[in-house]
């Protein structure tokens, strides 16, 4: 897997907070049926991901990638915070593409959550592969449930990431105070692994693809000192906050782990502005799926990318680019 984050990573051109996004040039002709031509007009685009050792960076560098060999579109990705921070910046305008939890996207359009009052005029390419809640706590913590993290020192996730979200919904529902309950920190997935391995963090939430590399380096490094959680008997009560949460498994081989995993998961999806020019909603809609497979060798999340669901984005409207590349 580290093999395939250095691929990523030579993939992905990494951005800095002074990156400029919206730089598309104007919608290209007209094609029969008054359809807008399902090409890319030249310009420049950037994705907005997550955290290096997340599977968005990798995926997302991918994308990057198969857009500039195969468009007149050339794309970079960069390093975020990840979906609330992605959202954020995307309607600001500093990025033109974004990959985000579905959860985040929903709260997004409706205003809620970290959007309170504020919805955001976002529009769905593509739901593509799911998250799954990878709850991983140091075996001698004394967790065995989310209730048992009580004064334990957790990670949440970066500030304004999707892992934030959900992180802070499973601890509310639990009967946790987020904010008072626990000794929250908040991380990127790469500290709190290291925290882990030191012994100076108990436990860490993580809303991810399967394998995540990051993961995957904590398991292989500490064995039957991290446990995974099953945390499905909260799934009720998160999904009277929003019914996109499901019930998944990590299975056991993912990470060499004793046995299958009982977990939530929550689809992805890949969101721009609404009005992003339609030939290149549709130009890269159409390229995702047509090169799926070199996707799926730069991480295997990409397999569950699947076209029959692309469309499935509610309560997010889909792009009329995305349904002319979807047929929908």
Not at 7 to 22: I, K, Q, R, W
Request: hydrophobic share 40%.
């Amino acid at each position: 897997m580290r093999s395939k984050l250095l691929l990523a990573g030579a993939l992905a051109v990494v951005l800095s907070a002074t990156a400029c996004g919206g730089k598309q040039t104007s919608e290209p002709a007209q094609g029969q049926g008054g359809q807008v031509a399902c090409e890319a007009a030249d310009g420049r685009i950037t994705i907005a991901t997550g955290n290096v050792g997340g599977v968005y960076y990798v995926v997302g560098g991918g994308i990057a990638q198969l857009l500039s060999n195969n468009s007149k579109l050339k794309a970079t990705a960069a390093e975020t915070g990840a979906s609330v921070q992605n959202i954020q910046q995307l309607t600001g305008r500093e990025y033109d593409l974004a990959f985000t939890l579905a959860d985040t996207a929903a709260d997004a359009v409706n205003g809620k959550g970290a959007f309170d009052g504020k919805p955001q005029k976002i529009q769905a390419l593509s739901r593509i592969y799911p998250n799954s809640t990878q709850v991983v706590v140091r075996a001698d913590a004394g967790i065995n449930s989310v209730e048992d993290m009580r004064g334990k020192r957790i990670s949440t996730g970066s500030p304004k990431s999707g892992t934030e979200v959900i992180a802070n919904r499973l601890l509310t529902a639990a009967g946790l105070n987020p904010d008072a309950d626990i000794q929250a920190q908040r991380l990127a997935l790469g500290k709190s692994v290291e925290g882990m391995k030191g012994g100076t963090i108990d436990g860490l939430v993580w809303s991810g693809g399967l394998p995540t590399p990051e993961i995957t380096d904590l398991t292989t490094s500490m064995g039957t000192g991290v446990k995974f959680l099953d945390i499905t008997p909260l799934l009720p009560k998160l999904q009277q906050i929003n019914p996109v949460y499901e019930a998944g498994t990590i299975p056991a081989a993912t990470y060499q782990l004793p046995a299958d995993v009982p977990t939530i998961v929550v689809p992805n999806l890949l969101v721009v502005r609404d009005d992003f020019p339609t030939g290149d909603a549709c130009a890269v809609t159409k390229l995702i799926f047509d090169r799926k497979a070199e996707l799926e060798q730069v991480h295997p999340a990409a397999k569950q990318i699947v076209k029959e669901h692309a469309g499935h984005t509610d309560p997010v409207p889909l792009h009329a680019g995305a349904k002319q590349a979807l047929g929908s």
